[in-house]
T-cell receptor
């Protein structure tokens, strides 16, 4: 069965904290990985793509572990504005098709 | 640029009625897709298209039709609405059908009574 699994949370963290989310996926042949954020009653928005060597964008760091089939998102120095649901997205079909599967999301609340 | 435009934003239908959700993108994206989002279920792929004239089924295609006559437009048709189709529908596009992030429209909130 093709799956993308995330811890639903919620994660309640104080401002300034570091928080990490993990996401596991079922197809070892998957090639495309992304993190999105979704605010309440809004559309998902791309946070960052996830590259094989890992990548960083300001306070956000994404990692890919192919051997264990998971991706991670690290948020440093959390801001109130980081409160949202974070969605892990993987193309589980591998080569030959392109169907992005979304995890159910991890809810983050950053508390003053 | 407008990006991905969905209409309508809200719609109420009676069981058995049909309607078309419109989606248009002005980014010359090759790939377009429709998702539905339900509480506790996350986003699920309904149909997708890798180019004009080409469509395929996603995870939950039953009760929906699509067509892609132009690069820009990808309408979703509900043939005979059912209460189980009450959901938030998102259209999304990407530059290509490989390793390319999706850009989403604002969504359509559909209620079927």
């Amino acid at each position: 069965r093709k799956e993308v699994e995330q811890d639903p949370g919620p994660f309640n963290v104080p401002e300034g904290a570091t928080v990490a989310f993990n996401c596991t996926y079922s197809n070892s042949a998957s090639q495309s990985f992304f993190w999105y954020r979704q605010d309440c009653r809004k559309e998902p928005k791309l946070l960052m793509s996830v590259y094989s060597s890992g990548n960083e964008d300001g306070r956000f760091t994404a990692q890919l572990n192919r051997a264990s089939q998971y991706i991670s998102l690290l948020i440093r120095d959390s801001k109130l504005s980081d409160s949202a649901t974070y969605l892990c997205v993987v193309d589980l079909t591998g080569a030959g098709s392109y169907q992005l599967t979304f995890g159910k999301g991890t809810k983050l609340s950053v508390i003053p | 640029n407008a990006g991905v435009t969905q209409t309508p934003k809200f719609q109420v239908l009676k069981t058995g009625q049909s309607m078309t959700l419109q989606c248009a993108q002005d980014m010359n994206h090759e790939y377009m897709s429709w998702y539905r989002q339900d509480p506790g279920m996350g986003l699920r792929l309904i149909h997708y298209s890798v180019g004009a004239g080409i469509t395929d089924q996603g995870e939950v295609p039953n009760g929906y039709n699509v067509s892609r006559s132009t690069t820009e437009d990808f309408p979703l048709r509900l043939l005979s609405a059912a209460p189980s189709q009450t959901s938030v529908y998102f259209c999304a596009s990407s530059f290509r059908a490989y390793n390319s992030p999706l850009h989403f429209g604002n969504g359509t909130r559909l209620t079927v009574t």
